[in-house]
Structure formats: C-alpha cells, structure tokens
C-alpha cells in the first residue's frame, strides 16, 4: 500500500535526542487533540494492512499482526480510503476551527493521493516486494531497545504468525507468492526492474542472520526454534524468487513518464522533469564553481600540493577514523555544532544532546546510508530519534576501507543534515512541541523534510572550518546532481554507467555511495533524490520574501523556530502560514 501515510512510515523508519517531556506530562491545546482524533481513526483503519510499520508509528493494538497479503487486496484497501474519505468529509462539514479544517483537508488530500497512486499502480505494475527486508524491518523496530519489554513480547506471536504455525495463519511467505505471481497473466503490466531483484537477493542472507542478532539482543525467550523455521522458510523463499520472478524481469530501470510523475507526486515535488533538470544542472554549476573558488583556500590551510577542488576532496578523505574513535568524532562535531547554533541565534535548541551511533550489518544492508531512525510519533513517551552511520566493516587484514563517512570533514555537514539543526531538530520539536498528527504523518513528503535538512546544511555552513565547507558544498553538489540525473535516468536520456561517472568524477563520492545513489534514483526510491533541493530552494524563496517585508525586523532564530513549529506542512500551506503568522503579527 503506497499511501502518503505508509511511504511516510517507511523513510521515518529506514530514515537525538529524548523528549523533554512525555505524553502524559504534556497537555495539547484542544484543537490539536480533536485532530489527532480524527487522524488516529484514519491510522487505524490503515494499520490492518502494514501493521508493523503502523505499530511503530504509534498505533496500539497491531504489535501481534502482520503483513495483509490476503485476497483481493487492491480492492479492500480501495474501499478502506473511501470509506476514510467519506469519514472525513462529515467531520470537515461540521468543524468551524480554521485550524483543524486545514489539517481535515491533508488528511483527505493525502487519501485521495493514495487512491490515485494505488490504482495507477495496480493498472500498469506487476507487484514485487522484498518480503525478507519487510521482515527485518518490523523485528528491528518492534524490538529496538527504546520499546518496553511488554510489547516486545508480542514479536513472539508475530514470529508465529509469520510461520503459519499460529492457528488460522499460513506461512506469510506463501501468502507472497500468490501476490507476486496471480496477475502474471494480465498482459501489459511493467515488470519488476532485474537490479532490484538481483539486490535484494544479494543482501537477503544478511537480512535473515540480522534477524537472530534482533532477538538475541532482547530478553526475550522461546523464540529460537521458530526464527529457525522463519529463516528457512525465507531462504526456500528467496530460491523461489530466484527461479520464477528474477527470469520475469526488465532490464531498464526507465519508468514510463505516468508513473515518474506519480513517484515525484508522492515525494511533495510539484515540478516536471524538465524544470528539474535545469534547476539541477544550473544549480550544479553555480555550486562547482563556490567549491572552486574555495579549494586554494583550503589547500593552503592544510598545505597540500593541488587547488583542484577534486584532489582537495581526495586529500580529505584519506584522514580516515575508525572504530571508537569514529563515533567520537561525531560527538564532539555535533558539541560543536550546537555551540555555534546557540552562538549565532540559529534556532532554539533543547537541553539534551543529540545521539548518534553506529548500525548493524543488518541495518546497513537494509539501508546503507546515513538517516535518522524515528521513533513513534504517536503516544509517544520518551523515545528519542538516532542519528545512524552505515556500518564500516574492517577488512580481513585488520586495515579499513576508505568510507565517505569516516572522515572529519565529512561529519560537519552530515551531523547537521541528521542532527542538528536538521531532522533530528524537525522530529523532535513535533514530539515534543505538541504538533498535530496531520501536520506530522500526513503531510509528510520527502520535499518539506529533505528541504530543511539541506537548508538546516546552508545556514550553519558559514561557520564551519573551511574543510568543513568544502565537503558541505561537495554534499550541496550532490543534492543538485539529483534533481537532474534522477529524472534523465528514469526517462531514458542517459545511462547508469554516465551518472555514475558524474558522481564519482564530479561530486567526488567514492564507488560504493556513487552505485548505492545510482541504486536509489533507479529503483529504491525513484524521483525521492530530487526532493532534497527541490524542498530546499522553495525555503530560500520563502526566507528571501520574508526578510524582504521584514527588514530589520527579521530574526532567524524566530523565523526557524516558528518553521519547526509547523510540523510538516506543504509548501504552499507553510508559505500561508508564515505570511499570516508569522510576518503579519510583525509588521504591525
């Protein structure tokens, strides 16, 4: 189901710091209460269908289901949003505050997205899913350290249920096979993309032995004879998927315009291909040329023997850090970037420091890039966001291979991305600022999201050491290199083998981040990439017209604030909220 809701759920959870105060200390103002209301029954009904993910977003009563992959599935779900729709049509026809009409109205704007994006789907795509990683992801969620032990023990029936050696369950694997397979024979429809299945197959058997590490890191008992069942019955699994979907693939991850179009819908970028790949290539040009201007500087810092900004990049990157002392680096960067935030007034920052640590093989073969893993926005009380670096695995001979994440100036930009003043700020301030449901889950894309962490990048930046701004402006480099080769890909005007010399010649990154971006643009998040500068541009634009009316009146630290402060909101609404709220109350 690829609702606005569940693609929310599935960056959040494969996407710190704990909440001042919990959710029974915090007393929510009225209306915000009455739209969580309404949005909870809206949550609820869509649990039935992805309950892990929905138990880890906060839904109560699901931390024993699974996956619905039952009959008639398009069908149901169909009918569960417009039944929702219908829903919440009645409640908008009576609510006379402003303030929960408009969070009524994503709600149904995001409904109705989903509808649209399910039946475009059901109509042109053969269905394909990594059920091994679906897996993985609920078990490390449901059992992260954070969960209390109560419901932690729920993942004992889960795994029951997962088997078919729950009563009145079938092994979930079977249950896939069916899906994938029942519609082979309606003509026309896109077949999976042969990388992805490829990949996923690739990285299942570290995904299925990560499973045993979740549980073994719990108190939990009993669980091993059945996890040994589960393991075997995905391995059995994933030959099937090797012997009959893998020969029924496409070779070209190139989506057909439609579908292109919806992934860009869906990810809250309102632009076609074409303006994004001139905001793109302009914007990479403007950002190479800063990077050029920079390197001299930097070179003679450091003393290095070349002022191309590329060789200065690679100069960078041999100052590896390893082991303990690569997680400590990015505690005392991030010590030092919340010095500078207090320093220049940048945005408020909470008493307690931001956390970061280091993944599990697992965890990086599931998503093997820098992100934030979220906790439950609803009902929660205490849990707190992480900032998480790939797993760098050492090499057979005790040296270690150079990484994009191990190096100091790397950690300047990325702790600000991830942390602070970044996400980690973002779902923090809605955890414990009393944002509504609507404007924390529903409205949530990756352009509203992505666009402040890139932003959040932008205006720290200037007070970071100088190699700290070059590898700023390298990850600023990247973000454009997105938005235009992420559509040029998808639509067949250039090849994987060009983009990835582009990122690897230009940008800089080395192969692995190179191929896993080329990965991400073809068939892991299509159209996702270009949200990143996308979002960013239009909070420039909205900063620039707001310190224009302004004038000396305009503080960043209030204007961030208050940007924080309104959860998620689309574009549009957050430029109608700050002119109304923001820079009105101001100027009188």
Not at 243 to 267: D, F
Not at 319 to 334: F, I, R, T
Request: hydrophobic share 40%; proline share 5%.
């Amino acid at each position: 189901m690829k609702n606005k809701l569940l693609i929310a759920a599935a960056i959040l959870l494969s996407s710190s710091l704990s909440t001042s105060l919990s959710a029974e200390e915090q007393k929510l103002p009225e209306w915000v209460e009455r739209s969580n209301a309404i949005a909870y029954k809206v949550m609820e009904s869509n649990a039935q269908f992805a309950p892990e993910f929905s138990g880890q977003m906060g839904i109560t009563g699901y931390d024993e289901e699974i996956y619905d992959l039952g009959e008639n599935l398009f069908e149901r779900q169909i009918k569960n949003d417009r039944d929702n729709l219908k829903m919440l049509a009645g409640y908008l026809a009576k609510e006379t505050d402003p303030r929960v009409r408009q969070d009524i109205e994503i709600m149904i704007e995001a409904t109705e997205d989903s509808i649209e994006s399910n039946t475009i789907e059901y109509a042109r795509v053969l269905p394909y899913g990594n059920i091994t990683g679906l897996i993985f992801a609920g078990f490390n969620g449901q059992l992260d350290k954070q969960v209390p032990f109560e419901r932690q023990k729920a993942a004992l029936v889960r795994l029951r249920k997962y088997t078919g050696q729950e009563e009145g369950y079938e092994p979930l694997t079977e249950r896939a096979k069916i899906l994938l397979t029942e519609r082979n024979s309606v003509p026309g429809l896109i077949k999976p993309y042969r990388g992805e299945v490829e990949q996923d197959l690739e990285r299942a058997p570290t995904l299925i032995a990560g499973m045993r590490e979740v549980f073994e890191a719990t108190d939990l008992t009993g669980w091993e004879d059945t996890l040994l069942v589960l393991q075997s019955q995905l391995g059995e699994y994933n030959d099937w998927v090797k012997a009959e979907i893998l020969p029924n693939t496409r070779a070209s991850a190139a989506l057909p315009r439609e579908l292109y179009e919806l992934q860009l819908k869906n990810y809250g970028v309102d632009a076609s291909p074409e303006e994004l790949m001139k905001i793109g290539q302009v914007a990479f040009m403007n950002i190479r040329n800063e990077m050029i201007a920079l390197a001299p500087l930097l070179a003679k810092e450091k003393g290095y023997k070349t002022d191309d900004y590329r060789e200065v990049i690679k100069l960078l990157k041999k100052e590896q850090v390893h082991g303990d002392a690569l997680m400590e680096g990015y505690v005392e960067v991030m010590k030092e970037l919340g010095v500078i935030i207090k320093q220049q007034h940048l945005v408020s920052l909470p008493n307690e420091p931001a956390r970061v640590r280091m993944a599990t093989a697992a965890e990086t073969a599931q998503q093997p890039a820098a992100h934030l893993d979220v906790p439950r926005l609803v009902g929660n009380t205490g849990e707190f966001p992480e900032f998480i670096v790939p797993k760098i695995k050492q090499n057979e001979d005790g040296s270690w291979p150079q990484s994009d994440y191990a190096f100091p100036a790397m950690m300047w930009t990325l702790s600000a991305h991830e942390a602070r003043p970044g996400h980690e700020m973002q779902f923090t301030t809605m955890l414990r600022g009393g944002v509504s449901t609507a404007r924390a889950l529903f409205a949530f894309n990756s352009a509203n999201v992505e666009g402040w962490a890139l932003y959040a990048e932008s205006i720290t930046k200037p007070y970071m050491p100088l190699e700290g701004q070059m590898i700023s402006l390298k990850a600023r480099l990247l973000r454009a290199a997105r938005i235009w080769l992420d559509p040029m890909l998808n639509l067949g005007l250039t090849t994987a083998d060009e983009a990835k010399r582009v990122l690897m010649e230009e940008v800089v990154n080395d192969d692995l981040s190179a191929q896993t971006e080329i990965d991400r643009y073809t068939f892991r998040s299509p159209a996702q990439a270009t949200a990143y500068y996308y979002g960013y541009e239009k909070l420039l634009s909205l900063r620039a017209r707001t310190e224009m009316k302004l004038k000396g009146k305009f503080k960043a630290q209030e204007f961030h604030d208050f940007i924080l402060a309104q959860g998620l909101l689309p574009p549009e609404v957050l430029d109608r909220a700050v002119t109304k709220e923001f820079i009105a109350p101001r100027l009188k």
